[in-house]
């Protein structure tokens, strides 16, 4: 699983205040414990007014280089933000993200296709977010077909399907499942992509719902998560889920997992 971690995102009440007050040692320590946790990617998001965002976007990225390694995944709904905040980068990561919408992919995708950069690409267009299979199909074609004009392979690709919430759905994750799936037929070296807690807002006891839905979501073809990799129990249902799968030769990742404190009861 490639875990992408989603702390440093101003939408988070604690991670608005830190980058309100400008609290570099909060920033620099959520860089650090992701790392340490086993994040793949160190997601960064502003979420603060257009007129602020590039400057808060570099104060960020610097201090998350500064204090990991670890790669960058640009987050923010503006594509050309995404694309300004490339050079900021020391290394290839993710842009996060383009659509079917207006000219994203057409900013994006021409910065990135010689490069080793990485991309999600959100299932939506236009019209809106499609309601049904087949039109959430549709778009991950034109997207397809788009990423080819530009030569950027199945594989730097993270498909999101755009899970929404249980509590709104008349079939569950039925339909995301069926996409999912489809895709994976497809594209057997694309990667399928999400925000795990999206199927839980508005219900209680989220973490229950997340870690399920995480599990029939790994088994329908998804790869690739942005997700709070703190979260103990996410880790070890990943970890479970990948050996479960065969994706785990003898368990020796969940294993070391166990073994390093990220998985399993906190030690004291």
């Keep these: ?41 160190i997601d960064v998001c502003a979420s603060v007014d257009d007129d602020q965002e590039m400057e808060v976007m570099k104060w960020l990225i610097d201090i998350v280089q500064d204090a990991v390694d670890t790669p960058i995944a640009i987050d923010s709904p503006n594509a050309q933000t995404c694309v300004d905040c490339i050079p900021f980068c020391k290394k290839p990561g993710i842009v996060n993200s383009v659509s079917g919408e207006g000219d994203k992919m057409d900013l994006v995708f021409p910065v990135i296709a010689d490069t080793k950069w990485e991309v999600i690409a959100l299932l939506s267009d236009d019209t809106g977010i499609p309601k049904s299979a087949a039109d959430r199909l549709r778009v991950f074609d034109n997207i397809m077909a788009k990423a080819k004009e530009y030569n950027i392979a199945p594989e730097r690709i993270h498909i999101d399907p755009l899970v929404e919430m249980l509590c709104t ?14 895709i994976k037929k497809r594209y057997p070296t694309i990667h399928i992509t999400g925000a795990a807690s999206n199927i839980s807002f508005n219900l209680p006891a989220r973490k229950i719902l997340n870690q399920v839905f995480m599990t029939l979501a790994m088994n329908a073809g998804m790869d690739s998560a942005i997700l709070d990799p703190l979260d103990r129990g996410m880790l070890g249902t990943i970890y479970a889920t990948e050996a479960m799968l065969g994706l785990d030769d003898y368990c020796i990742e969940y294993i070391t997992a166990f073994r390093e404190g990220r998985i399993g009861p906190v030690k004291k």
């Design 1 to 41: 699983m490639i875990i992408i971690g989603e702390k440093i995102n101003g939408s988070i009440p604690s991670t608005g205040r830190a980058i309100a007050a400008r609290d570099e040692a909060f920033i620099r320590d959520l860089a650090i414990r992701q790392a340490e946790a086993g994040a793949d990617y």
């Design 169 to 182: 759905s008349e079939e569950g994750i039925a339909m995301v499942v069926e996409v999912m799936t489809e």
